[in-house]
Protein backbone atom coordinates (compact mmCIF):
# COMPACT_ATOMS: atom_id res chain seq x y z
CA UNK A 1 0.00 0.00 0.00
CA UNK A 2 2.99 2.54 -0.11
CA UNK A 3 2.43 5.38 -1.78
CA UNK A 4 4.64 7.11 -4.37
CA UNK A 5 5.17 10.52 -3.67
CA UNK A 6 3.31 13.01 -5.69
CA UNK A 7 2.58 16.66 -5.41
CA UNK A 8 -1.50 17.20 -4.29
CA UNK A 9 -3.65 20.08 -6.25
CA UNK A 10 -4.23 23.51 -4.98
CA UNK A 11 -7.01 22.63 -2.02
CA UNK A 12 -10.52 24.19 -3.14
CA UNK A 13 -13.27 26.28 -0.88
CA UNK A 14 -14.73 24.10 1.73
CA UNK A 15 -12.73 21.01 1.09
CA UNK A 16 -11.07 19.68 4.17
CA UNK A 17 -7.25 18.11 3.51
CA UNK A 18 -6.66 15.55 5.82
CA UNK A 19 -3.07 14.75 5.94
CA UNK A 20 -1.75 12.39 8.73
CA UNK A 21 2.09 13.07 10.29
CA UNK A 22 2.38 10.11 11.84
CA UNK A 23 1.00 6.89 13.35
CA UNK A 24 -0.10 5.31 9.99
CA UNK A 25 2.25 2.43 9.60
CA UNK A 26 3.80 2.81 12.81
CA UNK A 27 2.54 2.35 16.51
CA UNK A 28 3.38 5.79 17.59
CA UNK A 29 4.10 9.31 16.55
CA UNK A 30 0.83 9.85 16.36
CA UNK A 31 -0.66 13.17 14.97
CA UNK A 32 -2.82 14.51 11.84
CA UNK A 33 -3.07 17.92 10.25
CA UNK A 34 -6.86 19.00 8.99
CA UNK A 35 -6.97 21.98 6.71
CA UNK A 36 -10.04 24.12 5.65
CA UNK A 37 -10.26 27.32 3.74
CA UNK A 38 -6.65 28.53 5.40
CA UNK A 39 -7.07 27.19 8.50
CA UNK A 40 -5.31 24.50 10.40
CA UNK A 41 -6.70 22.31 13.12
CA UNK A 42 -3.93 19.20 14.21
CA UNK A 43 -4.73 16.39 16.26
CA UNK A 44 -2.23 15.04 19.08
CA UNK A 45 1.42 15.59 18.71
CA UNK A 46 2.84 11.93 19.92
CA UNK A 47 6.42 10.32 19.84
CA UNK A 48 7.63 7.01 18.30
CA UNK A 49 10.41 5.29 20.74
CA UNK A 50 13.50 4.15 18.53
CA UNK A 51 14.27 0.60 18.18
CA UNK A 52 17.62 -1.46 17.24
CA UNK A 53 17.46 0.28 13.97
CA UNK A 54 18.21 3.34 15.64
CA UNK A 55 21.06 3.52 17.44
CA UNK A 56 21.78 6.60 19.68
CA UNK A 57 18.45 8.15 18.89
CA UNK A 58 16.29 9.35 21.81
CA UNK A 59 12.99 9.60 20.39
CA UNK A 60 11.22 10.18 17.15
CA UNK A 61 9.30 12.62 16.01
CA UNK A 62 6.21 13.01 13.46
CA UNK A 63 6.11 15.02 10.11
CA UNK A 64 6.27 18.39 11.92
CA UNK A 65 8.35 19.71 8.65
CA UNK A 66 5.49 19.54 7.03
CA UNK A 67 3.45 22.22 8.86
CA UNK A 68 6.53 24.07 10.18
CA UNK A 69 6.13 27.14 7.97
CA UNK A 70 2.00 27.33 8.63
CA UNK A 71 2.00 27.31 12.29
CA UNK A 72 0.72 30.93 12.59
CA UNK A 73 -2.72 29.16 10.40
CA UNK A 74 -2.76 27.03 13.10
CA UNK A 75 -5.99 27.13 14.92
CA UNK A 76 -5.48 24.67 17.93
CA UNK A 77 -4.29 21.37 18.87
CA UNK A 78 -6.13 18.14 19.77
CA UNK A 79 -5.02 16.27 21.94
CA UNK A 80 -6.96 12.97 23.09
CA UNK A 81 -5.28 11.28 25.97
CA UNK A 82 -2.00 11.36 27.89
CA UNK A 83 -0.12 8.49 26.48
CA UNK A 84 3.75 9.19 24.76
CA UNK A 85 2.48 8.39 21.66
CA UNK A 86 -0.06 11.25 21.49
CA UNK A 87 1.31 13.80 23.75
CA UNK A 88 5.43 13.15 23.47
CA UNK A 89 6.20 15.55 20.76
CA UNK A 90 4.49 18.49 22.00
CA UNK A 91 7.34 20.42 23.70
CA UNK A 92 9.00 20.27 20.37
CA UNK A 93 5.56 21.67 18.42
CA UNK A 94 5.58 24.27 21.02
CA UNK A 95 9.28 25.53 20.54
CA UNK A 96 8.08 26.68 17.19
CA UNK A 97 4.90 28.56 18.15
CA UNK A 98 4.68 29.09 21.96
CA UNK A 99 1.45 30.58 22.09
CA UNK A 100 -0.50 27.70 20.23
CA UNK A 101 -3.86 26.96 22.24
CA UNK A 102 -4.31 23.11 23.26
CA UNK A 103 -7.04 21.75 24.18
CA UNK A 104 -7.45 18.19 26.30
CA UNK A 105 -9.07 16.47 29.10
CA UNK A 106 -7.87 17.36 32.72
CA UNK A 107 -5.59 14.61 33.19
CA UNK A 108 -4.03 15.38 29.94
CA UNK A 109 -3.19 18.59 30.30
CA UNK A 110 -1.78 18.42 33.98
CA UNK A 111 1.19 15.44 32.43
CA UNK A 112 1.22 17.88 29.19
CA UNK A 113 2.20 20.45 32.14
CA UNK A 114 4.83 18.49 33.66
CA UNK A 115 6.82 17.75 30.24
CA UNK A 116 6.32 21.15 29.12
CA UNK A 117 8.13 21.98 32.97
CA UNK A 118 10.85 19.37 31.86
CA UNK A 119 11.48 21.41 28.50
CA UNK A 120 11.29 24.96 31.09
CA UNK A 121 8.16 26.20 28.35
CA UNK A 122 5.92 28.19 30.57
CA UNK A 123 2.76 29.92 30.01
CA UNK A 124 1.55 27.55 27.05
CA UNK A 125 -2.41 28.21 26.24
CA UNK A 126 -3.76 24.94 28.08
CA UNK A 127 -7.23 24.97 27.44
CA UNK A 128 -9.54 22.39 29.92
CA UNK A 129 -12.39 20.52 27.77
CA UNK A 130 -14.82 17.41 29.04
CA UNK A 131 -16.89 14.91 27.40
CA UNK A 132 -19.84 16.79 26.09
CA UNK A 133 -18.06 19.98 25.62
CA UNK A 134 -18.84 21.65 21.80
CA UNK A 135 -16.19 24.25 21.50
CA UNK A 136 -15.20 26.43 18.11
CA UNK A 137 -11.65 27.45 16.67
CA UNK A 138 -11.69 29.36 13.70
CA UNK A 139 -14.05 26.79 10.69
CA UNK A 140 -13.90 23.46 12.88
CA UNK A 141 -17.03 22.73 15.57
CA UNK A 142 -15.44 20.72 17.52
CA UNK A 143 -17.28 18.29 20.34
CA UNK A 144 -15.88 15.75 22.36
CA UNK A 145 -16.98 12.35 23.17
CA UNK A 146 -15.76 10.22 26.48
CA UNK A 147 -13.94 7.16 25.50
CA UNK A 148 -12.28 4.48 27.49
CA UNK A 149 -8.83 3.53 27.20
CA UNK A 150 -5.71 2.73 29.59
CA UNK A 151 -5.31 5.88 30.57
CA UNK A 152 -8.37 8.02 32.15
CA UNK A 153 -10.06 11.53 30.66
CA UNK A 154 -9.49 9.91 27.44
CA UNK A 155 -12.17 11.91 24.35
CA UNK A 156 -12.99 11.10 20.49
CA UNK A 157 -13.50 14.31 19.31
CA UNK A 158 -15.91 15.38 16.03
CA UNK A 159 -14.95 17.96 13.58
CA UNK A 160 -17.56 19.44 12.04
CA UNK A 161 -17.15 22.03 8.88
CA UNK A 162 -18.49 22.91 5.56
CA UNK A 163 -16.67 19.98 4.57
CA UNK A 164 -18.50 17.45 6.70
CA UNK A 165 -18.18 15.16 9.98
CA UNK A 166 -15.20 13.83 11.16
CA UNK A 167 -14.95 11.45 13.94
CA UNK A 168 -11.49 10.91 15.19
CA UNK A 169 -11.27 7.97 18.07
CA UNK A 170 -7.93 8.67 19.40
CA UNK A 171 -7.13 5.59 21.59
CA UNK A 172 -10.44 3.34 23.03
CA UNK A 173 -11.86 0.61 23.62
CA UNK A 174 -15.54 -0.63 24.55
CA UNK A 175 -14.99 -1.79 27.86
CA UNK A 176 -18.86 -2.02 29.95
CA UNK A 177 -17.11 -2.51 33.39
CA UNK A 178 -14.47 0.04 33.69
CA UNK A 179 -12.90 0.41 36.63
CA UNK A 180 -13.80 4.15 36.60
CA UNK A 181 -17.28 3.83 35.56
CA UNK A 182 -16.91 6.16 32.42
CA UNK A 183 -18.07 4.51 29.50
CA UNK A 184 -17.23 4.82 25.65
CA UNK A 185 -19.85 7.22 24.76
CA UNK A 186 -21.91 4.88 22.11
CA UNK A 187 -25.14 7.13 22.48
CA UNK A 188 -22.67 9.86 20.99
CA UNK A 189 -21.53 7.58 18.40
CA UNK A 190 -25.19 6.58 17.40
CA UNK A 191 -26.51 10.18 17.25
CA UNK A 192 -23.68 10.97 14.86
CA UNK A 193 -24.46 8.01 12.93
CA UNK A 194 -28.44 9.59 12.86
CA UNK A 195 -27.11 13.21 11.58
CA UNK A 196 -24.55 11.31 9.06
CA UNK A 197 -20.74 10.77 9.73
CA UNK A 198 -18.66 11.74 6.46
CA UNK A 199 -15.38 9.90 7.37
CA UNK A 200 -14.46 7.67 10.34
CA UNK A 201 -11.08 7.85 11.65
CA UNK A 202 -10.72 4.63 14.07
CA UNK A 203 -8.36 3.21 15.71
CA UNK A 204 -6.34 -0.33 14.32
CA UNK A 205 -4.40 -1.71 16.79
CA UNK A 206 -6.09 -4.52 17.39
CA UNK A 207 -7.93 -4.76 14.10
CA UNK A 208 -6.95 -8.31 13.72
CA UNK A 209 -7.96 -9.52 16.94
CA UNK A 210 -10.91 -11.38 17.05
CA UNK A 211 -14.22 -10.37 19.49
CA UNK A 212 -13.99 -8.36 22.07
CA UNK A 213 -11.19 -7.01 24.18
CA UNK A 214 -11.64 -8.30 28.13
CA UNK A 215 -12.60 -6.18 30.39
CA UNK A 216 -10.02 -4.82 33.26
CA UNK A 217 -11.98 -6.09 35.91
CA UNK A 218 -10.77 -9.73 34.60
CA UNK A 219 -7.15 -9.41 35.01
CA UNK A 220 -8.06 -9.31 39.16
CA UNK A 221 -8.00 -12.81 40.15
CA UNK A 222 -4.67 -13.71 37.90
CA UNK A 223 -3.38 -10.91 40.01
CA UNK A 224 -4.70 -11.60 42.92
CA UNK A 225 -2.99 -15.39 42.72
CA UNK A 226 0.16 -13.69 42.03
CA UNK A 227 -0.24 -11.84 45.54
CA UNK A 228 -1.32 -15.07 47.30
CA UNK A 229 1.68 -16.88 46.02
CA UNK A 230 4.77 -14.06 46.43
CA UNK A 231 6.69 -14.90 49.51
CA UNK A 232 9.55 -12.38 49.25
CA UNK A 233 9.77 -9.56 46.90
CA UNK A 234 7.11 -8.67 44.30
CA UNK A 235 7.65 -5.77 41.84
CA UNK A 236 4.82 -5.10 39.22
CA UNK A 237 6.01 -3.33 36.08
CA UNK A 238 3.15 -1.88 34.06
CA UNK A 239 3.24 1.77 31.83
CA UNK A 240 4.12 5.03 33.98
CA UNK A 241 0.93 6.26 32.71
CA UNK A 242 -1.47 3.59 33.38
CA UNK A 243 -3.64 4.69 36.07
CA UNK A 244 -6.32 2.18 36.17
CA UNK A 245 -3.37 -1.03 36.49
CA UNK A 246 -1.95 1.13 39.38
CA UNK A 247 -5.36 1.13 40.93
CA UNK A 248 -5.27 -2.32 40.76
CA UNK A 249 -2.11 -2.96 42.26
CA UNK A 250 -2.31 -0.34 45.57
CA UNK A 251 -5.82 -2.26 46.17
CA UNK A 252 -4.79 -5.44 46.03
CA UNK A 253 -1.35 -4.29 48.49
CA UNK A 254 -3.71 -3.24 51.03
CA UNK A 255 -5.84 -6.88 50.58
CA UNK A 256 -1.86 -8.16 51.48
CA UNK A 257 -0.54 -6.07 53.94
CA UNK A 258 2.14 -4.73 51.57
CA UNK A 259 3.11 -0.81 51.72
CA UNK A 260 3.68 0.57 47.96
CA UNK A 261 6.78 2.20 46.40
CA UNK A 262 7.06 3.70 43.33
CA UNK A 263 10.02 3.20 41.12
CA UNK A 264 10.83 4.99 38.41
CA UNK A 265 10.95 9.41 37.62
CA UNK A 266 8.29 9.21 35.15
CA UNK A 267 6.30 6.27 37.21
CA UNK A 268 6.24 8.85 40.59
CA UNK A 269 5.64 12.07 38.57
CA UNK A 270 2.89 10.46 37.05
CA UNK A 271 0.99 8.93 39.69
CA UNK A 272 1.21 11.92 41.91
CA UNK A 273 -0.89 14.30 39.31
CA UNK A 274 -3.46 11.41 39.18
CA UNK A 275 -3.51 11.11 43.05
CA UNK A 276 -3.87 15.13 43.25
CA UNK A 277 -6.32 15.47 40.52
CA UNK A 278 -8.52 12.69 41.89
CA UNK A 279 -8.38 10.05 39.29
CA UNK A 280 -5.83 7.60 41.80
CA UNK A 281 -7.53 6.59 45.24
CA UNK A 282 -4.17 5.88 47.50
CA UNK A 283 -5.29 3.93 50.62
CA UNK A 284 -4.15 5.64 53.50
CA UNK A 285 -0.77 4.72 55.06
CA UNK A 286 0.11 2.79 51.86
CA UNK A 287 2.75 3.95 49.79
CA UNK A 288 6.32 4.46 51.24
CA UNK A 289 9.19 5.80 49.98
CA UNK A 290 12.39 4.48 48.34
CA UNK A 291 14.70 5.18 51.00
CA UNK A 292 12.12 3.78 53.51
CA UNK A 293 12.19 0.13 51.81
CA UNK A 294 14.79 -1.04 53.99
CA UNK A 295 12.39 -0.10 57.01
CA UNK A 296 10.75 -3.85 55.64
CA UNK A 297 10.93 -7.03 54.70
CA UNK A 298 10.63 -8.27 51.34
CA UNK A 299 7.46 -9.70 51.85
CA UNK A 300 5.73 -6.46 53.28
CA UNK A 301 6.47 -4.16 50.30
CA UNK A 302 5.33 -4.50 46.70
CA UNK A 303 7.06 -2.37 44.11
CA UNK A 304 5.43 -0.86 40.81
CA UNK A 305 8.30 -0.21 38.67
CA UNK A 306 8.36 1.10 34.90
CA UNK A 307 9.70 -0.75 32.69
CA UNK A 308 7.29 -2.96 31.44
CA UNK A 309 8.91 -2.59 27.92
CA UNK A 310 12.47 -3.15 28.17
CA UNK A 311 13.77 0.09 28.12
CA UNK A 312 17.46 -0.16 28.61
CA UNK A 313 17.59 2.75 31.51
CA UNK A 314 14.64 1.87 33.16
CA UNK A 315 14.06 1.00 36.46
CA UNK A 316 13.19 -2.79 36.15
CA UNK A 317 15.97 -3.47 33.06
CA UNK A 318 18.97 -2.00 35.61
CA UNK A 319 17.35 -4.08 38.41
CA UNK A 320 17.71 -7.09 35.75
CA UNK A 321 21.37 -5.93 35.52
CA UNK A 322 21.89 -6.10 38.97
CA UNK A 323 22.74 -2.09 37.81
CA UNK A 324 19.96 -0.56 39.62
CA UNK A 325 21.33 1.57 43.41
CA UNK A 326 18.38 -0.10 45.86
CA UNK A 327 16.79 -2.61 44.60
CA UNK A 328 17.61 -6.19 44.05
CA UNK A 329 15.70 -9.53 42.55
CA UNK A 330 16.52 -13.02 43.50
CA UNK A 331 15.78 -16.43 43.65
CA UNK A 332 12.14 -16.44 45.44
CA UNK A 333 10.99 -12.80 44.16
CA UNK A 334 8.39 -12.32 41.70
CA UNK A 335 7.89 -9.52 38.73
CA UNK A 336 4.65 -9.36 37.37
CA UNK A 337 4.84 -7.45 34.09
CA UNK A 338 1.55 -6.43 33.57
CA UNK A 339 1.70 -4.92 30.56
CA UNK A 340 1.46 -5.88 26.50
CA UNK A 341 4.32 -6.09 23.99
CA UNK A 342 4.59 -2.52 21.71
CA UNK A 343 5.81 -4.11 18.14
CA UNK A 344 8.90 -3.31 17.78
CA UNK A 345 10.23 -3.69 22.19
CA UNK A 346 9.78 -7.98 21.85
CA UNK A 347 13.66 -8.18 22.28
CA UNK A 348 14.02 -5.91 24.84
CA UNK A 349 11.16 -7.07 26.30
CA UNK A 350 12.57 -10.92 26.44
CA UNK A 351 16.00 -9.54 26.94
CA UNK A 352 14.66 -8.32 30.94
CA UNK A 353 12.57 -11.51 31.38
CA UNK A 354 15.65 -13.71 30.47
CA UNK A 355 17.84 -11.67 32.61
CA UNK A 356 15.42 -11.68 35.67
CA UNK A 357 14.97 -15.31 35.11
CA UNK A 358 18.50 -16.05 34.91
CA UNK A 359 19.01 -14.51 38.78
CA UNK A 360 16.02 -16.64 39.80
CA UNK A 361 13.53 -14.54 39.43
CA UNK A 362 9.92 -15.94 38.79
CA UNK A 363 8.48 -13.48 35.45
CA UNK A 364 4.75 -13.46 35.54
CA UNK A 365 3.29 -12.04 31.95
CA UNK A 366 1.04 -12.04 29.52
CA UNK A 367 2.18 -14.64 28.15
CA UNK A 368 1.94 -17.51 31.18
CA UNK A 369 -1.26 -15.88 32.66
CA UNK A 370 -4.07 -13.59 32.60
CA UNK A 371 -2.26 -10.03 33.32
CA UNK A 372 -2.64 -7.55 31.55
CA UNK A 373 -5.65 -6.53 29.19
CA UNK A 374 -5.08 -4.12 26.01
CA UNK A 375 -6.39 -0.53 25.83
CA UNK A 376 -7.42 -0.65 21.99
CA UNK A 377 -11.01 -1.66 20.36
CA UNK A 378 -10.86 -5.75 19.21
CA UNK A 379 -12.30 -6.35 15.65
CA UNK A 380 -15.76 -7.45 17.24
CA UNK A 381 -16.03 -3.52 18.98
CA UNK A 382 -14.77 -2.28 15.45
CA UNK A 383 -18.12 -3.90 13.90
CA UNK A 384 -20.30 -2.86 16.41
CA UNK A 385 -19.13 0.85 15.59
CA UNK A 386 -19.33 0.64 11.97
CA UNK A 387 -22.62 -0.92 12.30
CA UNK A 388 -23.61 1.98 14.32
CA UNK A 389 -22.32 4.68 13.18
CA UNK A 390 -22.41 4.24 9.30
CA UNK A 391 -20.02 6.06 8.16
CA UNK A 392 -19.83 7.11 4.32
CA UNK A 393 -15.82 7.21 4.33
CA UNK A 394 -13.56 5.15 6.92
CA UNK A 395 -9.55 6.26 7.29
CA UNK A 396 -8.35 3.47 9.66
CA UNK A 397 -5.56 5.12 11.87
CA UNK A 398 -2.77 4.13 14.37
CA UNK A 399 -1.20 1.25 13.84
CA UNK A 400 1.42 -0.62 11.56
CA UNK A 401 0.28 -1.71 7.72
CA UNK A 402 -1.11 -4.90 8.39
CA UNK A 403 -3.74 -3.12 11.45
CA UNK A 404 -4.79 -0.73 8.88
CA UNK A 405 -5.69 -3.15 6.30
CA UNK A 406 -7.29 -5.56 8.56
CA UNK A 407 -9.43 -2.26 9.96
CA UNK A 408 -10.18 -1.45 6.48
CA UNK A 409 -11.66 -5.00 5.55
CA UNK A 410 -13.64 -4.89 8.96
CA UNK A 411 -15.60 -1.65 7.70
CA UNK A 412 -16.19 -3.56 4.34
CA UNK A 413 -17.10 -6.41 5.69
CA UNK A 414 -20.57 -4.35 7.10
CA UNK A 415 -21.07 -2.96 3.69
CA UNK A 416 -18.57 0.24 3.50
CA UNK A 417 -17.43 0.28 -0.55
CA UNK A 418 -13.69 -0.69 -0.63
CA UNK A 419 -13.08 2.92 -2.82
CA UNK A 420 -14.70 4.42 0.45
CA UNK A 421 -11.99 2.59 2.80
CA UNK A 422 -8.98 4.44 2.78
CA UNK A 423 -5.47 2.91 3.68
CA UNK A 424 -2.95 4.91 3.87
CA UNK A 425 0.57 6.06 4.96
CA UNK A 426 1.85 8.75 6.78
CA UNK A 427 2.28 11.79 4.56
CA UNK A 428 -0.75 11.13 2.24
CA UNK A 429 -3.31 13.85 0.82
CA UNK A 430 -6.82 12.97 1.61
CA UNK A 431 -9.29 15.47 0.67
CA UNK A 432 -13.10 15.15 2.08
CA UNK A 433 -16.04 17.15 0.09
CA UNK A 434 -19.22 16.48 -1.10
CA UNK A 435 -19.33 13.08 1.41
CA UNK A 436 -16.63 11.39 -0.52
CA UNK A 437 -13.23 10.79 0.39
CA UNK A 438 -10.38 10.60 -1.52
CA UNK A 439 -6.48 10.01 -1.94
CA UNK A 440 -4.91 13.09 -3.90
CA UNK A 441 -1.25 13.47 -3.09
CA UNK A 442 1.80 11.98 -1.24
CA UNK A 443 4.08 14.04 0.32
CA UNK A 444 7.38 12.85 2.72
CA UNK A 445 6.99 12.27 6.27
CA UNK A 446 10.21 10.74 6.85
CA UNK A 447 11.67 10.65 10.75
CA UNK A 448 12.55 13.25 12.88
CA UNK A 449 15.12 12.38 15.08
CA UNK A 450 15.83 13.33 18.42
CA UNK A 451 19.47 12.33 19.42
CA UNK A 452 20.79 14.25 22.68
CA UNK A 453 19.88 17.97 22.06
CA UNK A 454 19.84 17.94 18.36
CA UNK A 455 16.27 17.52 16.36
CA UNK A 456 16.44 16.26 13.30
CA UNK A 457 20.22 16.43 12.66
CA UNK A 458 20.37 12.85 12.49
CA UNK A 459 19.30 11.26 8.84
CA UNK A 460 19.60 7.79 7.48
CA UNK A 461 23.22 7.97 6.59
CA UNK A 462 24.23 8.68 9.95
CA UNK A 463 21.91 5.87 11.40
CA UNK A 464 23.65 3.48 8.65
CA UNK A 465 27.01 4.52 9.68
CA UNK A 466 26.37 3.90 13.42
CA UNK A 467 25.14 0.37 12.44
CA UNK A 468 28.27 -0.39 10.32
CA UNK A 469 30.52 0.76 13.73
CA UNK A 470 28.35 -0.89 15.82
CA UNK A 471 27.79 -4.79 13.85
CA UNK A 472 31.03 -4.57 11.81
CA UNK A 473 33.56 -2.40 13.37
CA UNK A 474 36.01 0.02 12.83
CA UNK A 475 39.73 0.36 10.92
CA UNK A 476 41.74 3.07 10.56
CA UNK A 477 44.82 3.21 8.34
CA UNK A 478 46.95 6.20 8.54
CA UNK A 479 49.57 6.45 5.67
CA UNK A 480 52.22 9.56 5.43
CA UNK A 481 53.78 9.76 2.21
CA UNK A 482 55.90 12.63 0.18
CA UNK A 483 54.51 13.42 -3.32
CA UNK A 484 57.86 15.04 -4.51
CA UNK A 485 60.12 11.68 -4.79
CA UNK A 486 56.63 9.29 -4.03
CA UNK A 487 57.74 7.84 -1.51
CA UNK A 488 55.87 6.90 1.90
CA UNK A 489 57.25 8.74 4.73
CA UNK A 490 55.14 6.69 7.78
CA UNK A 491 53.22 3.62 7.77
CA UNK A 492 50.39 2.38 6.96
CA UNK A 493 49.53 2.33 11.04
CA UNK A 494 46.14 -0.04 11.04
CA UNK A 495 44.14 -0.11 13.89
CA UNK A 496 40.73 -1.24 14.52
CA UNK A 497 37.76 -1.67 17.01
CA UNK A 498 35.37 -3.54 17.19
CA UNK A 499 36.77 -5.69 14.67
CA UNK A 500 39.57 -7.95 15.70
CA UNK A 501 41.16 -8.40 19.25
CA UNK A 502 44.90 -7.73 17.76
CA UNK A 503 46.08 -5.15 14.98
CA UNK A 504 48.65 -8.06 13.98
CA UNK A 505 45.62 -9.20 12.01
CA UNK A 506 46.79 -6.33 9.38
CA UNK A 507 50.29 -7.59 8.91
CA UNK A 508 49.37 -9.89 6.37
CA UNK A 509 47.59 -6.87 4.26
CA UNK A 510 50.45 -4.70 5.16
CA UNK A 511 53.22 -5.30 2.29
CA UNK A 512 50.05 -5.29 0.06
CA UNK A 513 48.71 -1.59 0.96
CA UNK A 514 52.43 -0.90 0.47
CA UNK A 515 52.63 -2.30 -2.86
CA UNK A 516 49.58 -0.10 -3.91
CA UNK A 517 50.28 2.93 -2.17
CA UNK A 518 53.80 2.84 -4.35
CA UNK A 519 52.99 1.81 -7.61
CA UNK A 520 49.88 4.69 -7.33
CA UNK A 521 52.66 7.73 -6.49
CA UNK A 522 54.93 6.09 -9.54
CA UNK A 523 51.91 6.33 -11.59
CA UNK A 524 51.84 9.91 -11.07
CA UNK A 525 48.73 10.15 -8.47
CA UNK A 526 49.46 13.35 -6.29
CA UNK A 527 46.10 13.87 -4.91
CA UNK A 528 45.22 12.55 -0.92
CA UNK A 529 41.92 12.19 -1.95
CA UNK A 530 42.59 9.56 -4.61
CA UNK A 531 45.06 7.69 -2.62
CA UNK A 532 42.68 7.78 0.66
CA UNK A 533 40.47 5.72 -2.12
CA UNK A 534 42.90 3.40 -2.90
CA UNK A 535 43.67 2.55 0.47
CA UNK A 536 39.83 1.68 1.46
CA UNK A 537 39.50 -0.69 -2.02
CA UNK A 538 42.37 -2.51 -0.89
CA UNK A 539 41.38 -2.97 2.58
CA UNK A 540 38.26 -3.47 2.10
CA UNK A 541 38.78 -6.16 -0.97
CA UNK A 542 40.99 -8.01 1.95
CA UNK A 543 38.91 -8.01 4.88
CA UNK A 544 36.02 -9.09 2.33
CA UNK A 545 37.43 -11.89 1.05
CA UNK A 546 39.20 -13.55 4.74
CA UNK A 547 36.48 -12.12 7.05
CA UNK A 548 33.26 -11.96 5.11
CA UNK A 549 32.57 -8.39 6.81
CA UNK A 550 32.37 -5.13 5.94
CA UNK A 551 33.04 -2.62 8.65
CA UNK A 552 33.10 1.54 8.73
CA UNK A 553 36.81 1.53 6.68
CA UNK A 554 38.69 5.28 7.45
CA UNK A 555 42.11 5.72 5.61
CA UNK A 556 44.01 8.91 6.34
CA UNK A 557 46.67 10.12 3.86
CA UNK A 558 48.80 13.14 4.92
CA UNK A 559 51.34 14.51 2.43
CA UNK A 560 54.37 16.54 3.20
Not at 255 to 271: A, E, F, L
Not at 393 to 398: K, R, Y
Request: aromatic share 4%; charged share 25%; with cysteine.
Amino acid sequence: MRETLKKPPRLTSDTLRIIPLGGLGDVGRNMTSFELNGELLLVDCGVLFPDEDHPGVDLILPGLHLVADRLDEVQALVLTHGHEDHIGAVPYLLRRRPDLPILASRLTLALVREKLREHRLRDVDLRVVAEGDRVKVGGFDLEFLAVNHSIPDALAVVIRSAAGTVLHTGDFKMDQLPLDHRLTDLRGFARLGEEGLDLFMVDSTNAETPGFTPHEIDIEPAMERVFASAKQKLIVACFASHVHRVQQVLDAAVRHGRKVVYVGRSMVRNMTVARELGYLHVPENTLIDLKQIDNYRDDEVVIISTGSQGEPLSALSRISNHEHPVITAGPGDVVLLASSLIPGNENSVYRVINGLARNGVTVVHKGNAMVHVSGHASAGELLYCYNLLKPRNVLPVHGEIRHLIANAELAQRTGIPPERTLVVEDGAVVDLARGKARVVGKLECGYIFVDGSTVGDIGDSELTDRKILGEEGFISIVVVVNFHDDTIVSGPDIHARGFAEDDSVFDAVRPELVGVISNALRDGVEDTYQLQQVVRRTIGRWVNNNYRRRPMILPIVVAT
